[in-house]
């Protein structure tokens, strides 16, 4: 949890809503991905939720029947890191539907926080991502430029990894050393905010948030996205939501 966020929750979030037992299992079976963070399973000593029921985020078909869901609507999983949980009292809500940004400046606290090497899988009923021209969907944290310095953020990065079957996993490679984090995500602020203002959360030239495109991995189409907290870094991952640029059933 960054420290912008850890005096709200020592305050308010008291004993967890959501903890079952250790992280020993998730809803949909899956592998490491070749992406060297760990698994959704092996965590980092803190707590697995229910996110809801398991099963594909679809019948497994590339196909559409009609609109489908272009923000989160499911977690498959979620396994947190030791000592963390801001956002746990609003699980799984608090990362399902579109962002609540914060803008430039200002990092939301509509997040669900990772913790140290925790890991989220998320899922779109009724809906999957596909490869387009450009960025293809977007994961919204709380980065804020410190400032107004876009070159000087606040960031807390995560890899991403994404799935058709919630089996096999491609990562899209992470640069975590040095600005700009490019494939991370928790490194972009996000300026879109439903019901607050106007700006398209969908939009990836004005959202904000951290664009992703199929290509980079060679994926045609994925119905998962897993989320994973960069493990040994002074500050971690906070979710907001995942959002569809190009989706399989608009």
């Known amino acids: 949890m960054s420290l912008r966020v850890l005096f709200v929750w020592s305050v308010c979030l008291g004993a967890s809503a959501a903890v079952l037992s250790g992280c020993g299992g998730v ?22 939720l229910s996110g809801g029921h398991g099963g594909a985020a679809g019948d497994g078909a ?10 989160a609507t499911r977690v498959v999983s979620a396994c947190l890191g030791a000592g963390q949980g801001f956002g746990e009292d609003r699980f799984p809500d608090i990362v ?5 940004g914060g803008g430039c400046c200002g990092g939301s606290l509509d997040v669900l926080s990772l913790g140290d090497g925790g890991s989220i899988v998320v899922a779109f009923e009724g809906n999957a991502i ?16 410190r400032g107004g310095d876009a070159a000087n953020v606040f ?18 490679p992470c640069a975590a050393d ?8 928790g490194w972009h ?27 980079d ?22 979710l907001d939501a995942v959002g569809i640029v190009h989706a399989l059933c608009p």
């Open 96 to 100: 399902l539907g579109p962002p609540r």
């Open 27 to 48: 809803d949909a079976p899956r592998e490491d991905g070749g992406s060297g963070e760990p698994s959704a399973a092996e965590g980092a000593g803190g707590s697995c």
């Open 178 to 185: 040095r600005y700009p984090y490019d494939g991370c995500a």
């Open 62 to 71: 590339a196909s559409c029947a009609g609109p489908g869901a272009r923000f």
């Open 130 to 145: 596909v490869d387009g021209p450009g960025a293809d969907f977007l994961v919204f944290e709380n980065a804020f430029e």
């Open 155 to 172: 960031a807390e990065l995560a890899t991403v990894e994404v799935s058709e079957d919630g089996v096999a996993w491609s990562a899209f």
């Open 189 to 215: 602020p996000v300026h879109a905010s439903p019901g607050e203002n106007d700006v398209d959360p969908l939009d990836p030239s004005s959202a904000g948030g951290d664009p992703f495109d199929l290509a």
């Open 217 to 238: 991995v060679g994926v045609p189409l994925a119905r998962y996205v897993r989320i994973t907290d960069r493990a040994g870094t002074p500050d971690v991952f906070d």
